[in-house]
């Protein structure tokens, strides 16, 4: 089932590169911009993400916080965010539990089984979906 605009988006609570859990209600009252990425160290989804932090003042502007959330482990996100300057908080949904609640898990993704599909979903301060957007290939 995915979440789609109107509705309230489903809350979480996953471990971000320091090991330490991070839930959606952390930012309760704050926009919430929540970025699904495929993978750790891919071309793609390492310059989108570069983008994002080199651009993170018109996000704060906005008084939103920014989120990339991946299947990788929180070692692999923590060393890419480190090799490639990544400043936006990496969250690891090892599980695949969010990506699954979201509607966003690739079934198959290029012979790989449970791989989050490029999304992105703008979270009002009240907790409803704003904006929902998935790739399909």
Do not use: H
């Amino acid at each position: 089932m995915a979440a789609n605009v109107g509705d309230s988006a489903p809350g979480f609570s996953l471990k971000n590169t320091d090991l330490q859990d991070v839930s959606l209600a952390d930012y309760a009252g704050k926009n919430v911009v929540l970025l699904f990425v495929p993978l750790a160290f891919t071309g793609v989804c390492t310059q989108e993400l570069c983008d994002i932090s080199a651009g993170i003042n018109a996000y704060d502007d906005l008084g939103a916080q920014v989120l990339g959330i991946s299947v990788d482990s929180p070692f692999s996100l923590k060393a890419w965010a480190e090799k490639e300057g990544i400043t936006i908080p990496l969250l690891s949904d090892f599980n695949k539990e969010v990506s699954k609640d979201y509607g966003v898990l690739y079934e198959d993704f290029i012979g790989f089984k449970g791989v989050s599909k490029r999304s992105a979903f703008v979270i009002s301060k009240n907790g409803e979906i704003l904006f929902a957007w998935s790739s399909e290939d």
